[in-house]
């Protein structure tokens, strides 16, 4: 406000480079220790930057006025490494099957149920922890997951026989199981419509990472002679490389401490003023600019929002009475058809991709062994392969049991992970253009070419590039896949309606490493044929889904 120095100057105010201040409020703002801001905020109202309060504003809308900066890339790279956390604990039951296969006297069947015990798990962690997450908020449930899952996972380690490490493996992945459903609700829960997709396949791109890290620390830790050795307790290099696997857990655990509530889950609750808070906070972070400058004076939600006194606790028989009629409301119309539809492609796309994942590494190994007993220089089918490792190779007697592993083995499976990064790239860049059902259809007809393709191949080299291809293209679907199942399921229902689909998922993971193991051994090449039509049925089934691209959160 320009001022004109020839008038008289009252005592009450006094002139500052052009602008009259009361000089009351100069010295409450001194005492307040707000002086600076104050300054800040008249600077702003002078050059125009200051927002035009907005007294009502919805999600949205409100979402939409905090900008968009640090915070939100803050909390992808928290939520992004919770990602990263579960996938290592799933994926690197891959990396330790060749090497713990003499320690815990593992044959194709042991192996193949080791790989699933973390999935039977996470089918029983997933619903109750999803659910509790919809009655108690996103943000205390990912805490205790996280932390509950470096311990389960620290513990597996000083297992010294299979019943004991499949207990824990067991509890690791009923922890883990809520992880999923929880962290993408959270995650998408912070996001303006615009920007939603191409930040949800931006954290699914962490998945990757996830990989690359298991494959990393797998080639670097397993193949050396490391650890501890008596007659009576073994603590060698691969329960070595899975207790440094539980490190991201307790990173993030600790990291989630600092960041707040979904102010979506809040708006639900009807808990107008701390969703009002964390706006603020948001704009305050990524503007740089004092929290009361936020221009939202007050929040509205639709009509569906929970009635609730966020002064009261919650008493466990209301909690276990809305987790009930969370569960009831998943299967009525008209949300009933999107439950089942998600429930059939996280199925279908599950087997295929834990199926065919987490059995890489295994198969790199069979082909490395069939090469050295023919001196390298002989091809064959991987039905043939997998025929001499059975009846004369390594898995013919559990006396001929060799946990030696050549590191040639852990660099193909790198490769073949390191093989995601360009799709993930291509997910963030085009999720929000191309749309959801494009690089789900795309991926899953890719995906399940290959999955064809691999009964095919007669050669290490070979089979690595078809692994590389099916990596990288499963991986854009599956961020994809996360994309649409987060964003069909209303608010109130969301974390529920996810845990119920990621019990799906697990329970594909179980069918697929179970028959995998069983149909490789025994009627090769038929699970790859399973495999690629039940990709390419999943991913058309998508198409029955409505376009969530670029439309705001129900």
């Excluded at 009261?312 to 089942?340: C, G, R």
């Excluded at 490769?415 to 799709?423: D, G, L, Y």
């Excluded at 854009?476 to 964003?487: H, P, Q, R, S, W």
């Amino acid at each position: 406000m320009v001022v004109d120095h020839s008038g008289s100057n009252s005592p009450d105010t006094k002139f500052n480079n052009g602008r009259v201040k009361n000089q009351e409020t100069i010295d409450l703002k001194i005492k307040s220790g707000t002086l600076d801001r104050y300054e800040k905020k008249l600077d702003a109202i002078e050059n125009g930057s200051f927002p035009p309060t907005k007294e009502v504003a919805d999600f949205e809308q409100a979402i939409e006025l905090t900008g968009y900066g640090k915070f939100h890339y803050l909390l992808l790279v928290v939520c992004g490494f919770v990602s990263t956390s579960e996938e290592m604990d799933v994926i690197c039951m891959s990396f330790i099957l060749p090497s713990a296969q003499c320690d815990l006297k593992l044959n194709t069947s042991s192996k193949g149920w080791l790989n699933s015990i973390i999935f039977i798990g996470m089918m029983a962690g997933a619903y109750i922890w999803g659910s509790l997450a919809d009655a108690l908020g996103r943000r205390k449930v990912l805490i205790v997951i996280s932390f509950m899952n470096a311990l389960c996972i620290v513990a597996s380690t000083f297992a010294q026989s299979y019943g004991v490490f499949m207990f824990f493996r067991f509890l690791n992945g009923a922890a883990l199981g809520g992880s999923g459903p929880v962290i993408w609700s959270y995650f998408a829960e912070f996001q303006p419509k615009n920007k939603r997709g191409s930040m949800l396949s931006s954290m699914a791109a962490f998945w990757t990472l996830g990989n690359l890290f298991v494959a990393s620390l797998a080639w670097m830790i397993i193949p050396q002679d490391i650890g501890y050795r008596s007659p009576t307790f073994l603590y060698n290099s691969w329960r070595i490389f899975l207790a440094i696997c539980s490190i991201p857990s307790v990173l993030v655990a600790v990291f989630l401490f600092f960041l707040p509530e979904s102010p979506k889950f809040l708006l639900t609750r009807n808990d107008h003023k701390k969703a009002l808070e964390v706006f603020k906070q948001i704009y305050a972070t990524n503007t740089g600019n004092d929290p009361e400058m936020y221009p939202v004076k007050s929040l509205v939600t639709k009509s569906n929002a929970i009635e609730l006194d966020s002064t009261k606790s919650i008493s466990f028989k209301s909690m276990t009475e809305e987790v009930a009629h969370n569960t009831k409301m998943i299967f009525m119309p008209p949300i009933l058809k999107y439950t089942w539809i998600s429930i059939v492609i996280n199925l279908s796309f599950h087997i295929g991709y834990y199926g065919l994942m987490m059995w890489f590494p295994e198969l790199f190994n069979r082909f490395d062994e069939y090469a050295r007993a023919h001196n390298g220089s002989e091809q064959a089918l991987v039905c043939e392969v997998t025929e001499f490792v059975v009846k004369t190779g390594s898995h013919s007697h559990v006396d001929l049991c060799s946990d030696k592993i050549e590191s040639g083995v852990f660099l193909e499976s790198f490769i073949t992970v390191a093989a995601a990064i360009p799709s993930n790239v291509f997910a963030v860049l085009g999720m929000d253009t191309l749309g959801r059902k494009f690089f789900l259809v795309f991926s899953t007809m890719a995906s399940g070419v290959c999955a064809v393709g691999l009964s095919l191949i007669t050669s290490k080299r070979q089979n690595l590039v078809v692994s590389a291809i099916f990596s990288s293209a499963i991986s854009c679907g599956n961020a994809a896949l996360d994309c649409l199942i987060t964003e069909i399921f209303p608010t109130n229902l969301r974390a529920t309606g996810m845990a119920i689909s990621m019990v799906a998922a697990r329970l594909g993971g179980i069918i697929g490493n179970i028959v995998i193991a069983a149909l490789l051994d025994l009627y090769c090449p038929l699970p790859t044929y399973i495999v690629a039509v039940l990709l390419i049925g999943g991913g058309l089934l998508c198409l029955l889904l409505p376009n969530t691209t670029r439309e705001p959160l129900t």
